[in-house]
């Protein structure tokens, strides 16, 4: 079978599963280290053409991270695209299932299994109300309805704007440093927040700054996620 991933977590989570299935992948499809496979532009432009030219009998993509008008011109030109949804942690392990057992034709994963059992049975001690940029100049954070935030919150970390109309809302910083937060979480993708890159913006609070792939990345990284953010957040905020 032949497969070309426009996700970089459904890249990861099918090189990992299954080595030699993919054949083309994005230019930010960075794990597993050391992929060998056609390149073929970035999530949102994607080279139509050269993924048709790969030939693949499967293209896996989401509704969030890849545009509509791309996988339709992918399904015009026959293919056959699987796109995902990918909300919350459950919808997460329903969908990676979809694509690895059903859309690739492998068998059941021992590091899906291995991903359920480490995030089942938490039991955080409270909760700590937190601000989530993901972006600066504008400054964006997590809104609504987002995979990270359903992450964030099984391990005690509520988000200020969760109840937010737009799921990823441009806030003025003002109005950041004013929203009743006891933390801010900075995770280093997409915008790569850093030591001297992000926490000075919020001096009245304590900064988290965690890994983007443990948080916003749908895949083998969900097994260590819990050990690797909860670590991190105890770190800035010692009630969690």
């Given amino acids: 079978m032949r497969v070309v991933s426009l996700v970089p977590s459904l890249t990861e989570a099918v090189a990992v599963s299954a080595p030699g299935l993919l054949v083309g992948a994005t230019d930010w499809c960075s794990h597993p280290?050391?992929?060998?496979?056609?390149?073929?532009?970035?999530?949102?432009?994607?080279?139509?053409?050269?993924?048709?030219?790969?030939r693949p009998d499967l293209v896996i993509?989401?509704?969030?991270?890849?545009?509509?008008?791309?996988?339709?011109a992918l399904r015009a030109a026959g293919l056959k695209v699987l796109e995902t949804e990918i909300r919350d942690l459950d919808q997460a392990f329903r969908e990676l299932e979809r694509v690895l057992v059903t859309g690739c034709d492998l068998p059941r994963p021992r590091w899906l299994d291995e991903a359920r059992e480490a995030w089942a049975g938490l039991a955080p001690p409270g909760e700590v109300r937190a601000v989530v940029?993901?972006?600066?100049?504008?400054?964006?954070?997590?809104g609504r309805d987002t995979f990270a935030g359903d992450l964030l919150a099984r391990l005690g970390v509520g988000n200020v704007y969760a109840g937010h109309a737009e799921r990823y809302?441009?806030?003025?910083?003002?109005?950041?440093?004013?929203?009743?937060?006891?933390?801010?979480?900075?995770?280093?993708?997409?915008?790569?927040?850093?030591a001297d890159d992000?926490?000075?913006?919020?001096?009245?609070?304590?900064?988290?700054?965690?890994?983007?792939?443990?948080l916003t990345w749908y895949g083998p990284s969900l097994a260590e996620a819990p050990a690797v953010l909860g670590a991190a957040l105890r770190r800035a905020h010692g009630s969690l």
């Fill in 33 to 54: 280290a050391g992929l060998d496979v056609v390149r073929i532009g970035g999530t949102k432009n994607p080279d139509v053409a050269a993924v048709i030219r790969l």
């Fill in 198 to 214: 992000g926490p000075e913006a919020f001096p009245s609070l304590p900064a988290a700054l965690v890994s983007g792939r443990h």
């Fill in 61 to 72: 993509a989401n509704e969030e991270e890849n545009r509509a008008p791309d996988l339709a």
């Fill in 133 to 142: 940029p993901v972006w600066r100049r504008p400054w964006m954070v997590l």
């Fill in 169 to 194: 809302p441009r806030i003025p910083l003002d109005e950041l440093r004013d929203c009743g937060a006891q933390l801010a979480v900075l995770p280093d993708e997409p915008y790569r927040f850093t």
